[in-house]
């Protein structure tokens, strides 16, 4: 699509990319923070908690342009050129989008509109998901005796141009972490199986991470699918998958508020008994 800029006119306003981090308010980074305090405009993914939405002031215009505001990928078009015309109009625009900008957050692709369009911009990187699941659910991600290095693929299996390398992706000694998974699990499962990743090799499937619903979900590779299925999982939810999951039952740290406060009226419960 074109990108219509105003003829004989210049952008005074600036576009920020900023990265919200995964969920829990308090993994915003201090610049994002900043720059959201002195928006005029915001412009917000599904993906962005209330907690952070509540942060922006008053008198900014906030436009919701997420999937699940109705809009799907094909609209994307129309988001780049709503940041055009926002800084046309506004000083300060943010970009507000979860976790990182640039780790399959299309970060790249606005900004390359912006270039087009001759608006100036600024990019405030965020928590991606992978580090804020590693840890919440206590997960290093790269651990000297079971990784030595880690990938982040999305799971978007089909739809992406080129196949998924499953031989590179199935070495024993690397973490795996899959975003946008969920509903290809038979896929993934069946991919790094065939490519000769052990079947017992340990993964979590952890949703909602770092926020007080977060739920994690650990089996191995061979009941991928299975785990994927689980009726009380919630999206977003991301998948881990290497040696190094089962650290989470000695590392694991964070109790989200649901479960405790089920704990406590469990204690409650049993003191009342
Ligand atoms: N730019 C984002 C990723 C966008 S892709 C980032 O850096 O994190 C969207 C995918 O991210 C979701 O399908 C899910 O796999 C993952 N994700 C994002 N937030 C998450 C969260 N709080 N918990 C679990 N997975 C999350």
């Known amino acids: 699509m074109e990108i219509v800029t105003l003829p004989g006119q210049a952008a005074g306003g600036k576009v920020w990319l900023v990265g919200a981090g995964p969920g829990d308010v308090d993994l ?6 900043r720059v959201l305090q002195n928006a005029d405009a915001v412009l917000y993914d599904a993906l962005v908690s209330d907690e952070i939405l509540a942060l922006i002031p008053k008198h900014a ?16 078009s129309e988001i780049n050129q709503l940041l055009v015309t926002k800084a046309y109009t506004r000083k300060n625009v943010v970009r507000l989008k979860g976790g990182d900008p640039f780790i399959f957050g299309r970060g790249g692709e606005e900004l390359e509109t912006i270039v087009d369009a001759g608006v100036d ?7 991606t998901a992978a580090s804020g699941t590693a840890a919440y659910a206590g997960i290093p991600l790269t651990h000297r005796d079971y990784a030595q290095g880690v990938s982040f693929i999305t799971g978007h299996c089909k739809l992406e141009s080129r196949p998924m390398d499953w031989q590179s992706y199935a070495n024993p000694n690397n973490t795996l972490v899959i975003y946008m998974g969920i509903l290809n699990a038979d896929l993934i499962k069946a991919g790094l199986l065939n490519a000769g990743r052990a079947a017992q090799t340990p993964v979590a499937i952890v949703s909602k991470a770092t926020t007080s619903q977060q739920r994690v979900f650990i089996g191995s590779l061979d009941n991928l699918d299975e785990l994927a299925s689980h009726p009380e999982l919630v999206m977003p939810a991301l998948m881990v998958i290497g040696e190094v999951v089962e650290l989470a039952g000695s590392l694991n740290w964070f109790t989200p508020k649901t479960q405790q406060s089920q704990l406590n009226d469990l204690e409650l419960a049993a003191t009342t008994k």
Not at 28 to 33: G, R, S, W
Not at 63 to 75: F, N, P, Q
């Open 61 to 76: 215009e906030k436009i919701a342009v997420g999937k699940r505001a109705g809009l799907h990928s094909a609209a994307q």
């Open 28 to 33: 915003l980074t201090v610049k994002a923070y």
């Open 121 to 127: 911009f600024e990019v405030v990187p965020g928590i």
